[in-house]
């Protein structure tokens, strides 16, 4: 059995779509086939502005056949490209003739494991593992998460009615998008939440050196839920009525070993410590939430480039190195020459960017027309909810790749707002805005126009200055 089609898309999450229905509207009279694992694939929602370049936006399921009448699909796995040829075979055997390829098959968790008790260590990564963490949770009374980024940190503000034991290798939590001083706002707007809000506001601006000693290096740091997917699952455990308990925190630690404990069907865990120190703690089941690395379980006629994280190597075209096969979200990494305010992170945002790009890409290339690289890769942004408030990231958010010349100026009112500038020689490079603050746009304003600030000092953030309409 074989199917022809002009462009073949592989994956069924937010870049595999994107670049589906970006092709549908580029190419509207041209064959789109749509390879995925699940019926059910994952699509943009809601879309809406939060500045002129950087957008919101939902996460919606469905199935396959509500794509659309233009894009054809098929539920099977990829097996093999021949990118010399231009086919490529199904796990079940069916050849697939194209024209262009890409490949958007995503990421996979990195769980953590030491070969033994693995049905006690799960990875949340798309709808069946949150489906099977709902089931753990009927019957637990301890969770152990491992990790530091935003899957952690939602279960840890989402979980309820068990005991959540949170191991970070950081100094402090959510170090994947935040600051200390950001992680200090939303622990004390948690352990906070039934006292009256404060709404002292405080400012303060501070070399890079007083956050980190002299002698520390700088460190780099199915389809994918999306934003908010915790919304719309009951994660309560089996401590029934105990309602949400403030997670124990392990900081600087990590998992030394652990066993089961046939008797009490648990797990006995022994954590270590930077300090050196160890300590013992019995769990239900471990949460491991420790990022994702790219997914490319297929073979190729020839081998294709990847870059050092594993990813397949694509330029600012979301080209690889193969003839006409193109790649694009979390199996990707970007080998081009990035622009000053942005870097790669494998979020949602970015998924849905990099297949976006890539269906304007495989376009232009099928239509023989030029094309250059979309605006958004310009600016990194980033929008998202942390503990209950709205985040915004831009820019080089957490000083990366500044080394250690720059500047970063605080304003925070406990319970309400954090914002935090990251300013080198005068310039806005980079910034965390935390609650509602509607300075997205003013920033992002900043930060491409390169505006000295220098002249302003501290009075940039000063809350009786309207900055959006100075600067805006």
Same mark, same amino acid.
């Given at each position: 059995?074989?199917?022809?089609c ?5 994956g ?5 779509v ?15 086939l749509?390879? =995925? ?12 502005p ?22 054809? =699909?098929i539920?099977?796995?990829l097996?093999?490209?021949n ?8 796990? =079940?055997?069916v ?14 968790p990195?769980? $953590?494991?030491s ?18 963490? %709902? ?5 637990a009374?301890d ?17 309820k ?14 170090? =994947? ?5 950001a992680?200090?706002?939303?622990? *004390? ?38 934003p908010?997917?915790h ?21 600087k ?7 089961m ?9 022994? *954590?270590s ?10 769990c ?17 006629d ?5 870059a050092? @994280? ?11 190195d ?5 790649a ?17 992170m494998r *979020?949602?945002? %970015? ?7 890539a ?11 030029p094309?250059?690289?979309d605006?958004c ?5 980033h929008?998202?909810?942390l503990?209950?408030y709205?985040v ?9 790749? *500044? ?11 406990? /319970?309400?707002?954090?914002?935090? $500038?990251?300013?080198? /020689? ?11 603050? @509607? ?9 491409? /126009?390169?505006? @000295? ?5 501290d ?12 600067f805006?």
């Amino acid at each position: 059995m074989s199917r022809d089609c002009n462009f073949l898309v592989v994956g069924g999450g937010i870049a595999g779509v994107s670049c589906a229905e970006t092709l549908a509207i580029c190419c509207p009279s041209s064959s789109i086939l749509l390879l =995925t694992e699940s019926s059910i694939v994952k699509s943009v929602t809601n879309l809406v502005p939060v500045a002129r370049y950087l957008h919101k936006f939902d996460v919606r399921e469905k199935d396959v056949n509500e794509i659309g009448a233009s894009i054809a =699909t098929i539920v099977d796995q990829l097996e093999y490209i021949n990118s010399r040829e231009h086919w490529a075979r199904t796990k =079940t055997g069916v050849i697939l003739k194209y024209r262009y390829i890409c490949v958007c098959t995503g990421g996979s968790p990195k769980l $953590f494991n030491s070969g033994h008790a693995e049905s006690r260590i799960i990875g949340i990564r798309d709808t069946d593992s949150v489906l099977e963490l %709902q089931k753990r949770l009927l019957t637990a009374k301890d969770v152990l998460i491992l990790g530091n980024g935003g899957i952690a940190s939602e279960l840890a503000y989402e979980l309820k009615d068990v005991n959540v034991h949170w191991v970070v290798k950081d100094s402090h939590i959510s170090a =994947t998008f935040v600051d200390p001083g950001a992680a200090e706002f939303f622990q *004390l707007a948690r352990s906070e939440l039934e006292k009256p809000t404060i709404t002292e506001t405080a400012i303060k601006r501070m070399r890079y050196g007083e956050l980190t000693p002299p002698d520390k290096k700088e460190s780099k740091q199915g389809a994918a839920l999306g934003p908010d997917w915790h919304s719309n699952y009951d994660l309560s455990g089996g401590s029934k009525d105990a309602g949400k308990v403030l997670p124990k925190m392990y900081y600087k630690s990590n998992i030394a070993d652990y066993h089961m404990l046939p008797e009490e069907g648990r797990l006995s865990i022994k *954590l270590s410590h930077d300090d050196g120190s160890t300590e013992k703690l019995t769990c239900d089941f471990i949460v491991s939430a420790t990022g994702v690395q790219p997914r490319h379980e297929f073979a190729t006629d020839f081998p294709p480039k990847l870059a050092d @994280d594993g990813g397949l190597s694509v330029d600012e075209m979301m080209r690889t190195d193969l003839p006409d096969v193109y790649a694009a979200g979390d199996v990707c990494s970007a080998a081009w020459e990035p622009a000053p305010h942005w870097f790669q992170m494998r *979020l949602w945002t %970015q998924a849905r960017q990099m297949g976006s790009m890539a269906g304007r890409s495989m376009s232009a290339a099928f239509e023989g027309e030029p094309i250059y690289q979309d605006f958004c890769f310009e600016l990194f942004g980033h929008v998202t909810q942390l503990f209950g408030y709205p985040v915004v990231l831009l820019g080089r958010f957490n000083g990366q790749g *500044l080394g250690r010349d720059y500047e970063l100026l605080v304003r925070c009112t406990r /319970n309400k707002e954090y914002i935090k $500038f990251v300013l080198q /020689n005068g310039r806005l490079r980079g910034a965390i805005l935390i609650g509602d603050t @509607d300075l997205a746009e003013t920033c992002e304003n900043l930060i491409l /126009n390169g505006i @000295d600030l220098e002249p302003y000092g501290d009075d940039i953030l000063n809350p009786d200055i309207d900055i959006e309409d100075y600067f805006d």
